[in-house]
């Protein structure tokens, strides 16, 4: 394994854009499997208050620190991956040997859109979408919208992939934070010998701040 840290269409359902976009990540990186068949602080708050013996003074000054900024994902590859030609800092495909088989992890980064609200997001969701905008051949087995504190929002998906008599399981991690949002895509064919990888690899990611 070795070590990664990256760099730096209208919805039809006003308010859910965000699902869209999320979706529209993984779709485009569904793309690499058939093209490679062929050839993640703390927050506080300080008081600076003038006190008198029975009562606080009503001139109260609060400082608060900037909220953490987040430009960065960690995340680990497993060795023998090879970067796909066309990677940029914002978005980023890592192929297994094409003589194993047709997995791979696609990253990307872009900036959260003040009007998104990833807290409604549901499975329900998560499920429609991809059946819409990926395929039909796909469900969803797990789902997970968690706020993490400090700002930071974590969706977890898990879900199998069936294409051209093939099985794969994919697992899809999106990070919102204050200003951006981070994701996270393994593929995998079932079975496929890059599962434990992947699976220290997800246990490995993190934002890393500014």
């Known amino acids: 394994m070795f070590s990664y840290i990256s760099g ?34 703390g927050s506080g708050v300080s008081e600076d208050a003038a006190v008198s013996e029975n009562a606080v003074s009503e001139n109260v000054t609060l400082n608060l620190p900037a909220p953490v900024q987040y430009s960065e994902l960690y995340f680990t590859v497993p060795e023998g991956f090879t970067e796909a030609s066309g990677n940029t800092e914002e978005n980023k495909v890592y192929k297994a040997p094409m003589s194993a088989d047709d997995s791979y992890i696609a990253y990307n980064v872009s900036e959260k859109d003040p009007g998104d609200d990833y807290d409604i ?3 329900e969701d998560m499920q429609a979408e991809i059946n819409q905008d990926v395929s039909k051949n796909a469900a969803v087995t797990e789902f997970v919208n968690e706020d993490l504190g400090d700002g930071i929002r974590r969706i977890k998906t898990r879900m199998v992939y069936r ?3 093939k099985e ?13 949002v981070f994701t996270l895509i393994y593929m995998t064919e079932l079975g496929s010998k890059w599962s434990s990888d992947y699976e220290q690899s997800q246990k490995e990611i993190q934002l890393v701040a500014e």
């Open 8 to 41: 730096s269409s209208e919805r039809r359902h006003p308010g859910k854009n965000f699902i869209f976009r999320a979706v529209a990540v993984l779709s485009a990186t569904l793309l690499v499997a058939g093209a490679t068949a062929c050839e993640r602080s």
């Open 121 to 123: 997001m549901t499975k």
């Open 163 to 165: 294409k051209d008599d």
């Open 168 to 180: 794969y399981n994919m697992a899809m991690y999106i990070y919102v934070t204050d200003k951006k």
